[in-house]
């Protein structure tokens, strides 16, 4: 079963830094956009930050200076690392990518359950 499993999710006080990381599971035969999006209850998931498997970048304009996003093909791992929070970067986050398992038809896209970023005083 090919699965996304995040970590690194929490509480942190605005102006805080926190660093959430997604690993790729399973019988994986190929890799290829690796990202995170995020939502707010009641509001649309929106995207954070996206790369591609030869590590170009696309970042929602609204976290460009403050967030760098890094992926190592060989552990199928991504990672986001999260400065200068806001309160409006509080939502639930979820690691996206598409993949092609080993036993499947081609590529699909798969998504992690979600880790809560709380950036609060």
């Known amino acids: 079963q090919v699965q996304l499993v995040e970590s690194g999710g929490g509480l942190v006080q605005p102006g805080g830094s926190l660093r959430l990381s997604c690993a790729a599971s399973?019988?994986?035969?190929?890799?290829?956009?690796m990202g995170w999006y995020r939502q707010v209850t009641g509001k649309q998931r929106e995207l954070v930050a996206t790369i591609t498997r030869g590590g170009s970048t696309n970042y929602a304009d609204s976290v460009k200076g403050r967030f760098t996003l890094s992926r190592d093909n060989a552990k199928n791992t991504v990672s986001l690392q999260m400065n200068i929070l806001k309160p409006e970067d509080t939502a639930v986050y979820y690691c996206n990518a598409r993949m092609r398992p080993l036993l499947g038809l081609g590529y699909a896209e798969y998504w992690g359950q979600g880790t809560q970023v709380t950036v609060s005083s």
């Open positions: 399973g019988s994986i035969a190929s890799v290829n956009d």
